[in-house]
Structures are given as C-alpha cells and as structure tokens.
C-alpha cells in the first residue's frame, strides 16, 4: 500500500512526474503514509485526484495533508463517525476541520475523543487537561455569497480604475456600500485628479489617493482611524514600462462572527470548559479579520459560556507544504476559564494570543 500502489511509481519517478520535478514540501514518508491511509480510509478521494489528473507539489499537497490527517486521526474514539461525514459532500469540509483540530491536539499530547455526548448533544471533541474536561465545537464558515458578490464589484472597479489611471498608483477605501453608482463616482473623480500624496475625501463614498506609480511601491492604507476590520482587493498592470497598481478597500460590514457565537451557544454547557475552534481557511484574510469581529463580543453580559475562541486559517506555499497560521482569544468574562496548561500547549503552536 501506499505510493507504490497508488501511483505505481518509485519516489523519484513520482517527484519528477506528479511534482513536475520540484522539490515538494512534503518526504517519501509523509507521501507513502499518506497514500496507504486514503487506500484504506477515503478512496473515492484518491479516484478524484486521478480524474482531474493536476500535477504540481500544489496538487498533490492537499492530497498528502489529507491522508495524514486521516492516519493520524482514525485511531481515535468516534473516527468513523466523523469518517461517514467526510464522505457526505455538503458535510465533508466542517469534518475535515474537525479532524484538523484533533489532529493539533493529539501534536500538544492530549488524546481527543471525537463527537463525545454531552447533556443530550454531541459535540466536536473533547480533551482532558488537569483532570478537567474541555470541550470543542468547531465551525468551517465560507465567503457568503453577498460577499463573494462585494469582492467581484470591488475588483471591477479596480480593473476599471486601472485602465482609466495608466501609470498611476491608485488607494480607495469606500465608506458607502460598493454598486453601480459609487463606482462610476469613483471612476469619474479618478480620472480627473492629478498625481497628489493629498489623499481626497469624496463626501458619501469614500477616500481616494492619487501618486505616480514610478514614484511610489506598496499599497498605504487611505481608510480613517475609527475604520473597522477591512477588506480588499488589489490589481496591477505592467504594460511595456509602464506599471499601474489600484487597491480598492472597505470596512467589514458583517455581522458574521455574533450570529456563529449566538448559533453555536447552544452547544455549551455554562458548567463546562467551552472552546470553540474556527477554521478560517475559506474566508479571505479571514484570520486577520475576525479577531477583530469576536473580541468585543466576548463581554460580561453575553457569551459567557465560551471559555476561548481558536482562530486557524491553513494556506498551500509553493513547495505543496500545508502551513497553519494559530491565533488564541481567551475570553475574561466566561464562566469557566481554561487551565493554564492548555494555554502554554497552545503557545507551543507560534499562535497569537489576541489582546
């Protein structure tokens, strides 16, 4: 079992065909592992990789985090029930994230249980840290259409922008909500102001900043001080000699995080160590953002079953290594707090403890 079997190739063979003969992120080992355990445990996944027949260490390394999720995992109590889910497709990426936190939690040396029982409900997992239980709830959310509609509006104003400044080095950040209206205001103002490091406040839509892009490198942020968690895209042109850059921003208007922390409440018990854990690998900056979101929500009078938020985002680098980028928020006001302990364990991860 294992690359033999699946690819029916030697190591090297299978660097310089499925890798395109660039050193992966990733060993024979990890490769061998990994292969052996989608064999036994997730086989449709192995079939769909061979149909879509991609090649590149950013192929095949979903592929590899994959399998040694689950042969680092299906050993637990409760694996198959959470294996029966990843093999439902509208219930497979919040699986997957489950096994990613138990995956984590195995790595600090605790065994997790998986979908443990707990005064009538079933959660995600559950660990034992200085004879106490901590239970999890994790929760996968991805880029709502709403917003998947602002991002593409958003990116068409830059795209606009850009051939209408050529040579410019171009920063909005909207006040107003992006549509037909704004944009077209945006575009007319842009093409009729000079080179400036004035940045220009258009009343009701927003700032905008107008520099020679053979005088300027990297984005700035034109968005005022009391601006909230922001969003953006970014487009660059380089035609000839002549380069254009455009960064188009906004504040965050979502109400996202305090409609997952009243959503998920219900799943605690006020008596217990609470953690819930957000894989934010689907949301665009997601992990920079929702800090921002959660925090205020954690006070003494709500959400105080919730004894801490972990925040995940996991990103491909070019070598096909899965990286994991951790940040921790310790809620003051619960009913429960979390053991010390767990709190150093986790500061073993590099993560970043909000403040």
Known sequence: MGLTSSFKITWPDFVATWCLNNAPGFS????DT?????????????????????KGAAAVGPLVHYGNLLGSCERLRGFERVLNRIRIPSQQNAALSELRLAATLMSLGYQPELEP?????VLDAVIEVESHPIYFEVISPEISDARRKEFALMLDLANELAKGNLGSHLEVFLTAEIRPVVSDATLKFARATGFSARVWELPGIGFLRKQ?????????????????????VAHATNE???STVVGVNTEMRDDRAARL???????????EINVLAIDLSRIPRGVDMFPQLIKPRLQPGINRRFSGVLLFFDSLIGSGFVDTEWKVIVNPNAYRQIPGSFIQSLSSLQAKFVT
């Open 28 to 31: 024979y080992d990890d490769v």
């Open 240 to 242: 000839g000699r002549l």
């Open 212 to 232: 020679e892009a053979s005088k300027v490198s990297g984005l700035r942020d034109v968005a005022p001080s009391t601006a909230g968690p922001i969003i953006g």
């Open 117 to 121: 029982p707990l005064l009538g409900r």
């Open 34 to 54: 990994a292969f052996s355990a989608l064999e036994r445990l997730w086989p449709e996944r192995l079939a769909e990789f061979f149909k879509w027949n991609a």
């Open 261 to 271: 922390l009243e959503a998920e409440t219900k799943h605690f018990s006020r008596a």
